[in-house]
């Protein structure tokens, strides 16, 4: 499990690139059939989640991007308070490029904001 600062830098575990507007930390789980990746983000739905497998000459990335927005208004004596906040996450970890089912990729979120991502393997 890749556990990261909410900080602007470099996430010292898998030396990725970090530019969070809130922490997330996913957690790798891999079997025979799948490696799955399970984060809690309370506020993010379908639409604002990203997932992309990439390939680059060396490697093959999974990249997971989020951004959830939540508005607030308030009627409080005749004045109507309006609040809007935003964050935003992004996160890539490394996947095999040999022997992944990388059109068989899914990604869920439930209204409670708990992402799974599943990327299943080829059977040998």
Not at 38 to 67: M, N, Y
Not at 99 to 114: K, M, Q, T
């Amino acid at each position: 499990m890749c556990c990261c600062c909410c900080f602007p830098g470099f996430c010292k575990e898998c030396r990725s690139v970090l530019s969070f507007a809130f922490c997330t930390r996913f957690q790798r789980c891999e079997t025979d059939e799948a490696i799955v990746f399970r984060a809690s983000v309370p506020g993010l739905t379908a639409e604002g989640l990203h997932v992309q497998v990439e390939d680059t000459p060396k490697s093959r990335l999974l990249q997971i991007a989020g951004e959830r927005y939540t508005r607030t208004a308030t009627n409080d004596g005749g004045v109507t308070k309006q609040q809007t906040s935003s964050a935003q996450f992004v996160r890539a970890y490394k996947i095999p490029k040999e022997g992944i089912l990388v059109e068989d990729v899914r990604a869920e979120v439930d209204e409670e904001g708990s992402i799974t991502i599943t990327v299943p393997k080829a059977r040998s």
